[in-house]
């Protein structure tokens, strides 16, 4: 079955610094994966997706990730943290390509210091 | 409509009594999904709709849960006899499609408290 493991339950980083937030994923075939943003007392919102295309994906608010096979790793970036990043993370990759249903991972929540 | 629209967004319940939490889904959406999110964890699947069927069930965590979805659009998650460990975030989702590829998007949640 696959899983999704997220390092680091909380990360900080001071305001215009560089934002990584780790995923790493078990697949023995090539999966969707998706970072989703939550916000307090809202729902989840996609920030970006890989589906087989380019490796290097970018999504909304300046964030991008990178897929790397052969470290089974989708890790979210951000050149230069903002205030408004602060919120909840989570990598999700689907239960096996092409079908509906998404694992999630545990969450990363960020903390962006003035 | 614009959105996946959940309903109510709070709900206290006393134990051992029965909730029914509702999903709007967005217009035209034929997959609609639901999740609980339990503090300090991650997202737990339970039950998937296409149209009004429901073939995997798999996540449900006891006969207690029970979900319907009526006229392909609205869906109903009921929790009976409730019980404390089922104080969490339940998120609703929908897609276009069921294949996986375009993302879900997110209701805000019901936050169910059992007192």
């Known amino acids: 079955a696959q899983s999704v493991t997220q390092l680091g339950s909380h990360v900080s980083v001071s305001e215009g610094a560089l934002v990584l937030l780790r995923c790493n994923y078990s697949?023995?075939?090539?999966?969707?994966l998706f970072w989703y943003v939550q916000y307090p007392n809202q729902g989840l919102q996609l920030l970006l997706k890989?589906?087989?295309?380019?490796?290097l994906v970018k999504g909304i608010n300046g964030f991008e990730a990178e897929f790397k096979k052969s470290e089974t790793s989708f890790h979210l970036t951000k050149p230069s943290a903002h205030m408004s990043d602060a919120a909840e993370y989570f990598c999700a990759v689907s239960e096996t390509s092409g079908t509906y249903k998404y694992i999630f991972g545990t969450g990363t929540r960020l903390k962006v210091l003035a | 409509g614009a959105g996946v629209s959940q309903s109510p967004s709070n709900k206290v319940t006393e134990k051992g009594k029965d909730v029914e939490l509702r999903c709007d889904p967005i217009?035209?959406?034929?997959?609609l999904y639901w999740y609980r999110q339990s503090l300090g964890q991650g997202l737990e699947f339970l039950i998937y709709?296409?149209?009004?069927?429901?073939?995997?069930k798999s996540g449900l965590p006891s006969d207690r849960f029970s979900a319907e979805r009526t006229g392909g659009s609205v869906s109903t998650l009921t929790i009976q006899r409730t019980q404390q460990e089922d104080s969490a975030v339940y998120l609703c989702?929908?897609?276009?499609?069921?294949?996986?590829?375009?993302?879900?998007?997110f209701g805000s949640g019901t936050r169910l408290t059992v007192v």
């Open positions: 217009s035209g959406h034929t997959a």
């Open positions: 709709f296409q149209g009004n069927s429901a073939p995997d």
């Open positions: 890989y589906t087989s295309a380019a490796t």
């Open positions: 989702a929908s897609s276009m499609e069921s294949q996986g590829t375009d993302g879900y998007t």
């Open positions: 697949s023995s075939v090539p999966p969707y």
